[in-house]
């Protein structure tokens, strides 16, 4: 491995329930997985992970306790105190503005809102994180070894969710120290994917097709992986298809079960009165060890035809045997529960046949072989007895006739114990598992070209004069550099050339290019800014550090027809993660940006529609050598946005 490579690597799975963080002690020289057990509250137990939960006292912004801390009496059931749970997916404007239209008394108020609650979860979460790991370092203290913290994120995240979280996860205190750093890692279904292969690679063959589900407590992910490679005991992934998700999970089952409780609460309650308003005893209900421990055994060995769950601060004496309610207790019958799974399961099942169908209609011909499950939801018997039965009986699919249902080792830490295997084997290897990814839109530049009277995109179209060369361009023009459904290399940039003309003496050195966002398929994406596309950010090129006596002279002689002017040539390297985008800036073959990345702004953009998958090119894949963003000459391709011989013009 590389001398200056990190003394820690730490992963971390934000979950919607639960959170999971794991790590690689490198500064000892063991490359094995291990994860947090130990946690506030549970000192005396082993617990895989943490609860997602922060507690407020009343009009207060500082948190009184977190995780296990948040699960005590005092903390659930007092008047003074605000309890917040369940609030990963809010971090999407998109989603809380729904929430806020389906239940507006129990929701958030605004982003800003969750973004204090993740804040402050994370910042605590940080805390113990340094609290347990810092004495196993070898020889370095905490704030002088080099740390690496991974973050996974949900595929239904859009890049501007992402670049807001990395924000909120940067003002907790991670990466605060001037030798730790901060990365998204891989989606939740990429990163259970990894995990998988990691552990279990003696049951894939090479081009074996892999379609991964993580359902967890809040979103379920799927992506469809190929095996590329089966070397020295460890696979290499290809993503065959865009990641997706949606909002099924195990917090549902919690939310269905909560309603059904408080409808016989209510019901009980016009008869004799309850203790307590029926909507608070649902809830205490819905967090009882009672319920949660039988919802985990459910379909299990140990499945019984009837259980109860406690009713909080009810007399033992109180009896309403037409809402189940006897002794203290209310009784349900086992198909109460599984009705709750069966609801999550069918749209379980629907995601898994979308998959297969688009599948199906890309690669004709092709077999998925493994179906495998991670995650809490995914950890079910029952849920895993359902998709057996579902899918190994063979017939559904004409592309799943043989598939095997498998689930993950370690399933509840499957991703957070994948992000750290991945960017381990990538540090000891110099290459990541998960080889090429598909981008689920396609991204380019505003550019102008050449106007050309004879193209009839240009018929209408505004043109502009160059007034350095007299020439005539088109503006507005779009030069896709990634192309939605298309995979792209994991451990090579692209390269997006470009140049700009200064004046002698202008002073100005940093430029804007605006990011274009489409989610058409690749047949039909406009050549120029449209209906169909949206501006998705504003990087900034800072080329004040670059030596101007590298910048190209034009026109200097005054026999030389036209104004005299500075061409600068520049490369924009796009570096592209599971769920953002980063940039690099370089000049004369080194890269200016060190150690920031290019000025992002990110700009708010419409909610992306159904994911409709384009169909995947057999014949090639768009890499750093065959992009059309890569040449020498600038980007050339079926578009015809620029000139054969010039490189990416900029308006």
């Not at 948040?70 to 309890?83: F, G, L, R, V």
């Not at 202008?506 to 596309?533: C, G, K």
């Amino acid at each position: 491995m590389d001398q200056q490579q990190p003394d820690l690597v730490v992963g971390v799975d934000f979950g919607m329930t639960c959170t999971g963080v794991s790590y690689a002690n490198l500064s000892i020289g063991s490359e094995s997985v291990k994860w947090i057990q130990k946690w506030p509250g549970r000192s005396q137990a082993n617990e895989n992970k943490v609860p997602t939960i922060v507690v407020y006292p009343s009009h207060e912004h500082k948190p009184s306790s977190w995780g296990f801390l948040s699960e005590t009496a005092a903390e659930q059931n007092a008047d003074d105190k605000d309890y917040k749970d369940w609030f990963k997916t809010f971090l999407d404007p998109h989603r809380l503005k729904q929430k806020q239209l389906d239940d507006p008394n129990y929701c958030p108020k605004d982003v800003q809102e969750v973004e204090q609650w993740y804040e402050d979860y994370l910042r605590l979460l940080y805390k113990h994180i340094e609290f347990k790991l810092s004495p196993e370092l070898a020889g370095r203290p905490w704030h002088n070894a080099r740390v690496e913290f991974v973050f996974s994120v949900p595929t239904t995240w859009a890049p501007s969710v992402v670049e807001r979280y990395r924000s909120i996860v940067e003002r907790a205190g991670f990466a605060q120290c001037r030798t730790h750093s901060l990365t998204i890692g891989l989606t939740e279904a990429e990163a259970a994917a990894v995990h998988t292969s990691l552990e279990a690679p003696g049951i894939f063959r090479e081009k074996d097709i892999l379609l991964v589900c993580d359902a967890g407590g809040g979103t379920t992910d799927l992506s469809v992986l190929g095996v590329s490679e089966t070397q020295s005991n460890t696979i290499a992934l290809q993503q065959l298809d865009v990641v997706f998700g949606a909002t099924v999970g195990s917090a549902a089952i919690d939310y269905d079960f909560e309603a059904l409780v408080r409808s016989r609460l209510e019901t009980a309650h016009l008869t004799s009165r309850l203790p307590m308003a029926p909507e608070e005893i649902a809830w205490e209900m819905m967090k009882s060890r009672d319920f949660q421990n039988t919802k985990c055994e459910h379909g299990g060995p140990d499945d019984a035809p009837v259980f109860s769950v406690g009713v909080p601060r009810l007399d033992t004496a109180y009896t309403d045997s037409t809402v189940g309610i006897g002794y203290g207790e209310m009784s349900f019958k086992r198909e109460d529960l599984r009705s709750l799974f069966d609801k999550q399961i069918q749209k379980l099942i629907g995601l898994v046949d979308a998959q297969l169908q688009n599948m199906q209609r890309k690669c004709p011909g092709q077999q998925v072989n493994h179906l495998i499950l991670s995650g809490g939801l995914g950890h079910s018997a029952y849920v895993q007895d359902r998709l057996r039965a579902q899918y190994m009986s063979g017939g559904r699919h004409p592309n799943a006739t043989n598939v095997q249902v498998r689930i993950a080792p370690d399933p509840q830490l499957a991703v957070c114990k994948g992000l750290v295997g991945d960017r381990v084997k990538r540090l000891k290897h110099g290459k990541a598992i998960l080889r090429w990814r598909c981008c689920r839109a396609s991204y380019g530049t505003i550019c102008k070209e050449l106007y050309d009277k004879a193209n009839p995109d240009h018929v209408g179209r505004a043109t502009v004069r160059d007034p350095m060369n007299g020439k005539v361009y088109v503006t507005q023009s779009v030069a896709w550099f990634i192309r939605k459904g298309k995979p792209v290399s994991s451990d090579e940039p692209l390269t997006h050339s470009f140049h700009r003309k200064i004046s002698p003496g202008d002073p100005r050195r940093a430029f804007p290019t605006s990011i274009v966002e489409s989610h058409a398929d690749e047949d039909f994406l406009p050549h120029h800014l449209n209906q169909d596309s949206h501006v998705v950010c504003e990087i900034e090129s800072d080329l004040t550090s670059a030596d101007e006596s590298k910048f190209k002279e034009r026109n200097r002689r005054f026999w030389n027809f036209g104004k005299h002017y500075y061409r600068v040539d520049y490369d924009i390297k796009v570096i592209i993660g599971p769920a953002d985008i980063r940039f690099e800036l370089w000049f004369n073959g080194q890269k200016l940006s060190r150690d920031q990345p290019i000025k992002v702004e990110w700009v708010s953009a419409p909610a992306p529609g159904p994911v409709l998958l384009s169909e995947l090119d057999q014949g090639g894949v768009l890499s750093p050598q065959s992009s059309p963003m890569k040449s020498e000459n600038g980007p050339v391709g079926s578009n015809n946005i620029s000139q054969p011989n010039s490189p990416q013009q900029l308006p």
